[in-house]
């Protein structure tokens, strides 16, 4: 009871937009709950709003094991991995992910991003223009992210 008392404090704490609160109280459960999915996403959520960006990975990554299935997690730990700068990290563990992230418009925007920073630039026109076809917000996005930058015409 105390377990799931302790989990919704934590989701009313980023509710609030207070990650360091639910961080902090992330760390009065036991290890072995810390280690536990729904635990381990809210640790995400917060690591990944607070900008702790080398920890959010390490979270993501732990969940990427424990739901090799769940595309959501491959997105956020790549995610985390480019924003401490190491994007081909970041591009490999987007293509390690389950099949299911083909068929995600977000999977191609942010594949767009990783190669372009990388230098692909064929590469990415081409994930960029496949996330634009699935889901034309995109564009908008793409006209305004710093990592599409130069890019040229989509």
Not at 18 to 45: C, H, I, N, T, Y
Not at 70 to 76: A, H, K, L, N, T
């Amino acid at each position: 009871m105390v377990v799931i008392k302790t989990l919704q404090a934590v989701s009313g704490w980023l509710e609030l937009g207070l990650a360091d609160e639910a961080l902090f109280e992330l760390q009065g459960l036991p290890s072995e709950v810390q280690m536990q999915r729904e635990a381990l996403e809210l640790k995400l959520e917060a690591q990944m709003e607070s900008e702790l960006w080398n920890s959010a990975s390490e979270t993501a990554r732990l969940l990427c094991l424990k739901a090799e299935d769940e595309p959501e997690f491959f997105i956020r730990a790549a995610y985390c991995l480019h924003e401490t700068g190491d994007t081909l990290a970041a591009c490999n563990q987007l293509l390690r992910g389950p099949k299911a992230l083909f068929e995600m418009p977000v999977f191609h925007y942010n594949l767009a991003c990783y190669l372009w920073t990388l230098g692909e630039g064929p590469r990415a026109r081409s994930h960029l223009k496949q996330a634009i076809a699935m889901d034309e917000s995109f564009l908008e996005s793409a006209l305004e992210d710093r990592d599409l930058i130069g890019i040229g015409p989509i």
